[in-house]
């Protein structure tokens, strides 16, 4: 069975505080992706990263930053979190991102106090 | 103008009842075209997955894209309980990596 496992959740943070998001997949998968998601607004690409030690910025990376050291993995760092960055952090991956098929992980519910 | 337009809904709709489920999308280049459903406080699943225009089967939900009208849906008939979670469609371009996806539609089928 395909598994994207996020380790946190749900975290409570307060302002300025250092945030790390995990992400591990065990499908081998070359392409992974952060998402946050906020009602009304749908999936928002933060960063994505297509091999180790690669990554590209998606349409909201301003406050984020994000590591990829091995394949399995992909980190997503607020260096000091904001409340406005109170959202739903959602990991995906695929190995083809021309399947339409992105496998994600249950999600971390980040809030920041 | 958002680039993939959705209703939020939340759509209720008795068992048995055929749903249907739409969006539009403003970028032509689009050519990719998905459907996702997300049960709560779970992540997000494929659905069904189109190329191009045209229609899709998979037991009781179809896909639908119309590139001229830029606009699909996604029907499912005999709606059962258990079909109740929030639809988000999603598309792609042709040369691009990212997947743009709408804002959601929540369904409630009631027993």
């Known amino acids: 069975d395909v598994k994207v496992t996020q380790s946190s959740r749900y975290l409570v943070k307060r302002t300025g505080e250092k945030v790390f998001l995990e992400c591990v997949q065990d499908?081998?998968?070359?392409?992974m992706f952060w998402y946050r998601q906020d009602p009304g607004l749908g999936l928002r690409l933060i960063y994505f990263?297509?091999?180790?030690?690669?990554?590209e910025k998606g349409d909201i990376p301003e406050g984020y930053s994000v590591s990829r050291e091995k394949k399995e993995r992909f980190s997503l760092i607020l260096e000091s979190a904001s409340t406005n960055q109170t959202s739903m952090y959602l990991c995906?991956?695929?190995?083809?991102?021309?399947?339409?098929?992105?496998?994600f992980g249950e999600g971390s519910r980040l809030t920041v106090l | 103008q958002k680039e993939v337009e959705q209703d939020p809904g939340p759509l209720s709709v008795p068992e048995g009842a055929i749903v249907s489920l739409n969006c539009t999308y403003s970028?032509?280049?689009?050519?990719?075209f998905m459907w996702y459903r997300q049960y709560s406080r779970k992540g997000p699943e494929l659905l069904m997955y189109?190329?191009?225009?045209g229609n899709k089967e998979d037991g009781r939900f179809t896909a639908q894209v119309d590139k001229s009208s830029k606009y699909i849906s996604l029907f499912i008939r005999d709606s059962q309980p258990s079909d109740s979670a929030t639809y988000l469609c999603?598309?792609?371009?042709?040369?691009?990596?990212?997947?743009?996806f709408g804002p959601g539609t929540r369904l409630s089928v009631l027993p």
């Open positions: 189109t190329y191009s225009s």
């Open positions: 499908m081998d998968h070359e392409n």
């Open positions: 970028n032509s280049a689009f050519q990719y």
């Open positions: 999603a598309m792609q371009t042709s040369y691009g990596q990212n997947f743009v």
């Open positions: 995906a991956s695929t190995r083809d991102t021309n399947t339409g098929e992105l496998f």
């Open positions: 990263s297509y091999d180790v030690k690669m990554k």
